[in-house]
């Protein structure tokens, strides 16, 4: 509580509250235990954040060697924080908390599937707000029985930001010259419990670039495109062999749709990050995430959203986020 009070002061709420947009994760159980990095820090004047996600999973894959079943539900509230502490240098941090359980969107879901003629998958052979993550693996040895609701600490995420300057362009290309890029270095540290499913035992590494709209422009359209690469550690779960490196991408737009309401629409993913036959383990991944920030007032902003899997069974096919936004100076 008191770095989060020292990063929001000393406030200067004269400035007007920039656009962020989501900091995408994959929530899939076995999936998020790899720290693929969200844009964080952001690079705007955002202080801090309270994000509640809610992912839904129904999901069962069977492999020659290999199976899965996943159905259930996971809750993540994560704080973060981020600082200035240079006019180059910006540096971050993601604590979450993680709970795995039956849920209860199940019966809105397959509401939702019914009422759009939308495919159910397993949904309709599996019990409403169950929880069971199952996975086989060396020709039916059982690694994982998760049958029963859990919560903990997740693995904590430290990234730092550094500004590189602005594209190098000819003169008259004065919106490409304007172009801030940015060099962001993340580590994911073994905070987390992996028999709770809220942690891979290993620690995690990442680089990327970040390029973005120019700042200060009067649009009311801002973008941001980011890319990097993953070195994981391994995982504690038998079968599990994570890819040496895991290429992630992720692109977002903010509109200004309204004085006080931006229009997020955010698309990332990554290549595969296990050795698996396994779509939804040995295959890449890409989600979309559509929504708003309503900017409360000068000191506090609202984002809400909604989260698909735009490659069947690489992510959770339904997730929300609800985030407190905190301006800072």
Known sequence: MCALLWLVAPPIWGQDFAASTFVMRNYSPFSALI??????????????????????????????????????????????????????????????????????????????????????GIRPNMPNDDLRYLYTANNGIESVRFEDSSSGFGDLRLAAAFDLGSIDAAVDAAYLSRMPVRLTLHAKAPTGDVEKLTGSGH????????????????????????????????????????????????????????????????????????????ESLGEPVAQLAFGGLWHTGERFGLRFGLFEDIRTHSAPDFGLELTLVIKGH
């Open 35 to 120: 720290g693929v990095p969200g844009r964080w820090p952001d690079g705007t004047n955002t202080a801090a954040e309270l994000s509640w996600n809610i992912s839904n999973h129904s999901l069962a894959a069977v492999g020659t060697s290999e199976s899965l079943l996943l159905d259930g539900e996971t809750h993540t509230l994560t704080a973060r924080m981020q600082h200035r502490f240079f006019k180059r240098f910006e540096a971050g941090v993601e604590i979450p908390w993680i709970h795995h359980s039956g849920g209860f969107l199940d019966g809105a879901i397959d509401a939702w599937h019914e009422a759009f003629g939308l495919s159910e």
């Open 203 to 278: 620690a995690d590494f990442a680089a990327g670039l970040g390029v973005r709209s120019p700042p200060g422009t009067g649009s009311r359209f801002h973008w941001w495109l980011d890319a990097g690469i993953v070195w994981p550690g391994a995982v504690d779960i038998a079968g599990l062999d994570t890819k040496a490196q895991v290429f992630y991408y992720d692109a977002a737009i903010a509109w200004r749709a309204l004085g006080a309401l931006d229009v997020l629409l955010e698309i990332a993913g990554n290549s595969a990050l296990y050795r698996s036959e396994l």
